[in-house]
């Protein structure tokens, strides 16, 4: 089964500021968000990565460049793990957004939501394009693949909800903060989501055991009644 880690960005003035940023070219890492993409890279630094692929955006780009950090792998790139496309909403402060009338429809039905003006997209398309990326990397990278997706907080909170099974329109009761992890595992029936916005968990349980001999057990698809005795570390 292919597992993928998603990373969201570390902390940005603009997260800082409460300003929606959106593709605004230039928006970075603060130095609170530089220790904390310091910190998960040094977490992740025993998590053997097939791939680390990210978001065009720079803040993304910083934030995977630290788990990449002694690695002999080269960053890839994919523009469907891209933040949503906020169009005439790009750059705007939230405190005013919440006074606008799509406001209460991002919150309470998401899937309907499109952002106003030439840039801007649906939430649904945003969440399309998010989960196709996952999918055709799944599909690249193969089935013993652990891998890292560096993304934005309204992306990888879309994925999650894919891999739930949950209507978009339920994705907002999911929080993903900067710099945190969340783990999906994708197997032939189903995905598991082994975790959520995690800020300082153990990553061993992600260290692909010793292969014994030369087939490869095939993964179960089953969940386990009762919840199991966990990841064995």
């Not at 990449?68 to 750059?91: H, K, M, N, S, V």
């Not at 991002?106 to 969440?127: D, M, N, R, Y």
Request: proline share 6%; charged share 20%; with cysteine.
């Amino acid at each position: 089964m292919t597992t993928v880690i998603l990373l969201r960005h570390g902390r940005t003035s603009a997260n800082a500021g409460g300003v929606l940023a959106g593709w605004t070219p230039g928006v970075q890492l603060d130095e609170t968000g530089s220790l904390q993409v310091k910190a998960v890279g040094e977490r992740l630094a025993p998590v053997p990565l097939a791939a680390v692929v990210s978001s065009p955006l720079e803040r993304c780009q910083q934030t995977a460049a630290a788990v990449l950090a002694g690695r002999p792998l080269e960053l890839r790139t994919d523009e469907r793990l891209g933040e949503a496309r906020y169009g005439d909403w790009t750059g705007r402060p939230l405190k005013e957004l919440v006074k606008d009338p799509l406001w209460k429809v991002v919150q309470q039905h998401p899937s309907a939501a499109v952002f106003p003006g030439a840039e801007g997209e649906g939430l649904a398309h945003t969440q399309a394009r998010a989960v196709a990326a996952v999918r055709s990397w799944n599909a690249t990278l193969g089935p013993d693949a652990v891998w890292l997706a560096c993304s934005h907080g309204d992306v990888i909170k879309a994925i999650l909800a894919d891999a739930l099974g949950l209507h978009l329109d339920q994705f907002q009761r999911i929080v993903v903060d900067p710099a945190s992890i969340s783990v999906v595992t994708y197997t032939e029936t189903r995905p598991f989501v082994v975790r959520v916005n995690d800020t300082g968990g153990d990553v061993a349980a992600f260290v692909p055991p010793p292969r014994k001999g030369r087939r490869r057990r095939k993964a179960d698809s089953d969940a386990v009644v009762g919840g199991g005795a966990g990841a064995t570390v």
